[in-house]
């Protein structure tokens, strides 16, 4: 019995270091393995822009990939392409086939660091075709001024998903509703 009870201990004791050198070898893997998200996203709180010139910008750029969204707001900011605003009652803009449109700038510069941050989110991420899902303005507090006066301030929000996963879902929604 003394011959098989350390044959037993012995075998134990490989098993276990079996196990452990596999464990090791588990969590390497694993950490070589990068999740990957499939979202990113930036929050612009109490900006000091308008809340309305805000919500035609945010429209301007959904569904657009980050880059072309900068290109289209430096457009804007250089007063080359004017931002339509059909709703808001602003005049015609002469020879530029555009109903009513105006050159937001200081929405245009807060709006183009938060794509950049929400990017690089994007990068680290590693979303491989960004695109711009949901970009909202929404009225933040409105803090006093001297005198009475109130001033304007606007929380802004930009997510960011993979292009061919917001395509698929929008496909398996359609053919499960049929």
């Not at 605003?85 to 105006?102: A, L, V």
Request: charged share 40%; net charge positive.
């Amino acid at each position: 019995m003394n011959k098989e009870e350390k044959i037993n201990e012995e075998k134990k004791v490989e098993n276990k270091e079996n196990t452990k050198t596999e464990n090791k070898e588990e969590k390497k893997v694993k950490s070589e393995v990068k999740k990957v998200k499939d979202l990113a996203f930036a929050k612009g709180t109490s900006l000091r822009i308008s809340a309305k010139y805000s919500s035609e910008v945010c429209k301007v750029i959904k569904g657009k990939s980050p880059e072309k969204a900068i290109k289209r707001l430096n457009e804007a900011l250089s007063k080359k392409r004017a931002i339509p605003m059909q709703r808001r009652e602003t005049p015609h803009q002469k020879g530029r086939g555009i109903s009513g449109g105006k050159y937001p700038l200081n929405v245009c510069k807060a709006l183009i660091d938060l794509i950049k941050q929400a990017s690089n989110n994007a990068n680290f991420n590693g979303i491989e075709n960004p695109i711009i899902a949901i970009a909202k303005a929404d009225k933040a507090s409105t803090p006093f001024r001297r005198g009475g006066r109130r001033a304007k301030r606007t929380h802004i929000y930009i997510e960011i998903r993979d292009k061919n996963k917001l395509v698929e879902k929008k496909w398996k929604k359609e053919n499960s509703s049929k």
